[in-house]
């Protein structure tokens, strides 16, 4: 098989070392050998500097991707274009492709595998999700007997790198952040780690492989890291719980949840102590229970793992009738269902509550009383000094679970008393059950 790679960045370099390492076990595996016969690259000394000297380089990225004596093009350039258009293309000129892109996927999913289907051509994307975790593969086929409830899952390293350098050795988010780049773990706009959106572009093609729904990014609740506060960490860990920005969609009477935000998950679950760049999914299914995912969310080489996997994959079904092939998203693409992604305010929830208020009588009552006529129930609390001013404090709570807009109203009404100094932290909590 004739391989073209577009991009010659961290995951092309993994890729192209690892196929040359393991091309004897891979030509065993595949029945035939996979060749990079090209290179589309901006910056040629660049690339070469980090590709080795012997690949042919071109400048043209179209025209390798459509050249006539390529078979399966490898998009490792990221953001949505040109990559879009490259990948189009290539589905046009009938070239299989393997991406890492979860943007554009979560973008363009739809358009793109309603392409290769009419082309009769695949696109696959395990290293689109969770790195070198095969959990495509794994919803798709391993679990194709199951009604999958919900999954659930820490699917960027970088976030996690971030929030376990923070809680483990006290670095600061700057320079854990920095380190994460230094590790090529991060995205081209580490803001997309940072803020959530690289999460929310991978929960939306798992909600879609779950549940059999188009892709909708667009619909997803994001929430990232940035703003949070180490004294929250500390806290959650007082309480028997960690935070992880965790990615969910869960499957409900009413609709489907999709989301992304730090959650405070129990200490003792094996969720909360996946550290570092590692990444964990858990997928809850009607036959099988609960099952657990875990391996490494990024890095040249995990990430090239997924890749080539899907290239031996493609090698093997090169032959099969486009008719009989796996479909891209789990279900047969006439077969895909209408149920609505629910707002925000519809999902239930529970959560964690920091207050920071005068230390003075009936402060915790007002508080309570609210929380009580809103209808939720009180799991934990803990208040604890808070600053200079001893006639500060901080409350801390942790509720039953109830719906997102009673919590709303219930902290619009605490966030309003004459007690309450500061806008309140609400943080969500997941029991993982
Ligand atoms: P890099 O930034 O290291 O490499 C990207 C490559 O594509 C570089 O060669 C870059 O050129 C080239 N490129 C980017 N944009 C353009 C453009 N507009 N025109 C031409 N060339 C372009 O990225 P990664 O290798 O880290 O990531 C590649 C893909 O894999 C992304 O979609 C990413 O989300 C995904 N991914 C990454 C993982 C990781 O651990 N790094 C893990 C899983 C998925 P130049 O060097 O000149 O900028
Ligand atoms: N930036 C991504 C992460 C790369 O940190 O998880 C893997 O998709």
């Known amino acids: 098989m004739r391989i073209a790679l577009l991009g010659a960045g961290t995951v092309a370099s993994g890729v192209v070392r690892v196929l040359q390492r393991n091309q004897d076990e891979l030509c065993r595996r595949a029945g035939r050998g996979i060749e990079v016969v090209a290179v589309a690259a901006r910056n040629a000394a660049k690339a070469r500097q980090a590709l080795g000297e012997g690949l042919p380089m071109h400048a043209d990225f179209l025209a390798l991707a459509t050249r006539e004596d390529v078979d399966i093009v490898v998009e490792l350039m990221g953001g949505l274009e040109p990559a879009r258009e490259l990948v189009l293309a290539a589905i046009r000129a009938g070239k299989h492709v393997v991406t890492a892109n979860k943007a554009l996927l979560a973008h363009h999913g739809n358009e793109i595998f309603a392409a290769a289907q009419s082309h009769g051509v695949v696109v696959a994307f395990e290293a689109a999700v969770a790195g070198g975790i095969p959990i495509i593969k794994a919803v798709r086929e391993g679990l194709a007997a199951n009604r999958i409830e919900w999954v659930a899952g820490i699917i960027n390293g970088t976030t996690n790198f971030i929030l376990s350098s923070m809680r483990e050795q006290g670095l600061d988010f700057a320079s854990a952040l920095a380190k994460a780049q230094q590790l090529g773990y991060a995205e081209a706009d580490p803001g997309f780690d940072i803020d959530g959106v690289d999460a929310a572009h991978k929960i939306t093609l798992l909600c879609a492989m779950a549940f059999g729904v188009p892709v909708q990014f667009q619909r997803a609740h994001v929430q990232g890291i940035r703003d949070l ?96 092939r796996v479909p891209h998203l789990a279900f047969q693409p006439g077969a895909l269902a209408d149920t609505p992604i629910l707002p925000m305010s519809q999902v239930r929830t529970s959560y964690y509550l920091r207050i920071h208020v005068r230390d003075e009588a009936g402060v915790l009552a007002e508080i309570t009383r609210i929380l009580a006529e809103q209808g939720m129930s009180i799991d934990a609390l803990l208040q604890r000094p808070s600053g200079e001013n001893d006639q500060h404090t901080d409350v801390i709570l942790l509720t039953h679970e109830t719906l997102e807009w009673r919590m709303d109203e219930a902290l619009a009404r605490i966030q309003a008393l004459d007690s309450v100094l500061a806008p309140v932290v609400r943080l969500r909590k997941e029991e993982l059950r």
């Open 229 to 324: 506060d180490g004294a929250d960490i500390r806290y959650a860990e007082q309480l028997g719980y960690r935070i992880k920005l965790l990615g969910l969609t869960r499957r409900s009477q009413q609709g489907i949840e999709l989301r992304v935000h730090p959650t405070l998950i129990p200490s003792a679950r094996l969720m909360a102590n996946v550290e570092g760049a590692m990444n964990a999914v858990m997928v809850q299914g009607d036959a099988v229970g609960p099952t657990l995912f875990y391996g490494k969310g990024a890095g040249a080489e995990a990430t090239a793992s997924s890749v080539i996997a899907d290239l031996v994959d493609i090698t093997r079904l090169h032959t099969a009738d486009p008719e009989h």
